[in-house]
């Protein structure tokens, strides 16, 4: 690895790796807890009619992709607030519609020239210095935002009537988080690509909520645990000349199988010592009498 960090791309793909590791740890955090996982796909997923938008009119490709990820947040964000039992239906329309939409608009582009596979698995090793700016603060605003509202979004994520007892604005302030979860994925989409950060965002959270007695350390182990897999991503597909989005993937998904495996087995060991087996009991009897 030290080998291949002499390479400026490789420092730089490093360093966009460990930001969207830091963002998507926080971030999804409040995603596994709140339970709006599928959310975050249809927003991902959705930002896509957004690209297409961007290429077709000429516009700069975060305003295009923003203003659209926004709209068809704020939408999903509504159904889940008014129709709960209908949500998940109306978020794979918008899901749909949302990519649908930006393909056909690419389609329809003149001169047409965009990678369309490079929004799916990313470009990490392409990053320009540039971009690794706004995702430093990107991940410096998210960082502010949840250490600021931090109470708030605590009983919110584990409480909503609490939440509303307390005088917390329920209602903005799950517009503000999905929000946030938009610019997120808008941001850090260009860099990573769609499917690695629904990775990123779901992965690392999903382990760390069985071992993390707080959301902070929730937070905190999901944003190393993330770097960890990045890192190994990268160095795997360095040594093996693999492509490096798809490589993170699939050594985040070995780890959240290896930690499925090692919950089993710890589940097991808790039985086995909680109840004794019953030969043993039933000749500790028979010797009694």
């Known amino acids: 690895m030290n080998e291949a960090l002499q390479f400026e791309f490789m420092q730089n793909a490093l360093m966009a790796g460990l930001l969207a590791s830091v963002i998507c740890g926080i971030m999804g955090t409040l995603i596994v807890v709140n339970r709006i996982v599928f959310l975050s796909?249809?927003?991902?997923?959705?930002?896509?009619?957004?690209?297409?938008?961007?290429?077709?009119?000429g516009w700069p490709y975060l305003v295009g992709?923003?203003?659209?990820?926004?709209v068809a947040a704020m939408i999903m964000a509504a159904v889940t607030l008014r129709a709960r039992h209908r949500a998940d239906t109306i978020i794979g329309?918008?899901?749909?519609?949302?990519?649908?939409?930006?393909?056909?608009?690419?389609?329809?582009?003149?001169?047409?020239?965009v990678d369309l596979m490079s929004y799916l698995f990313g470009?990490?090793?392409?990053?320009?210095?540039?971009?690794?700016?706004?995702?430093?603060?990107?991940?410096?605003l998210i960082t502010g935002l949840v250490g600021l509202f931090y109470k708030d979004i605590l009983a919110l994520s584990y409480d909503e009537e609490f939440a509303r007892i307390r005088g917390v604005p329920v209602r903005s302030l799950y517009f503000t988080l999905i929000g946030m979860l938009a610019v997120t994925i808008v941001i850090v989409i260009q860099v990573v690509g769609l499917i690695l950060i629904i990775a990123l965002l779901t992965i690392?959270?999903?382990?760390?909520?069985?071992?993390?007695?707080?959301?902070?350390?929730?937070?905190?182990?999901?944003?190393?645990?993330?770097?960890?897999f990045t890192i190994a991503g990268l160095w795997l597909s360095y040594e093996f000349d693999?492509?490096?989005?798809?490589?993170?993937?699939?050594?985040?998904?070995?780890?959240?199988?290896?930690?499925?495996?090692?919950?089993?087995?710890?589940n097991i060991q808790r039985r086995r010592a909680v109840r004794p087996p019953e030969?043993?009991?039933n000749s500790g009897l028979r010797k009694q009498e």
């Open 41 to 57: 796909g249809g927003i991902a997923h959705a930002a896509y009619g957004g690209i297409g938008l961007a290429f077709f009119f």
């Open 65 to 70: 992709t923003l203003g659209f990820s926004l």
């Open 93 to 113: 329309v918008i899901w749909a519609l949302g990519m649908a939409t930006g393909i056909i608009l690419l389609d329809l582009t003149p001169g047409y020239n």
């Open 123 to 140: 470009s990490i090793l392409t990053v320009p210095s540039s971009e690794l700016w706004i995702m430093l603060i990107m991940a410096g």
């Open 204 to 228: 690392p959270p999903f382990i760390m909520e069985k071992y993390a007695k707080s959301m902070f350390q929730m937070m905190a182990g999901a944003s190393v645990l993330a770097a960890v």
């Open 242 to 266: 693999l492509t490096s989005g798809a490589t993170i993937i699939l050594v985040a998904g070995t780890g959240f199988f290896l930690s499925l495996g090692i919950d089993q087995l710890l």
């Open 279 to 281: 030969k043993k009991i």
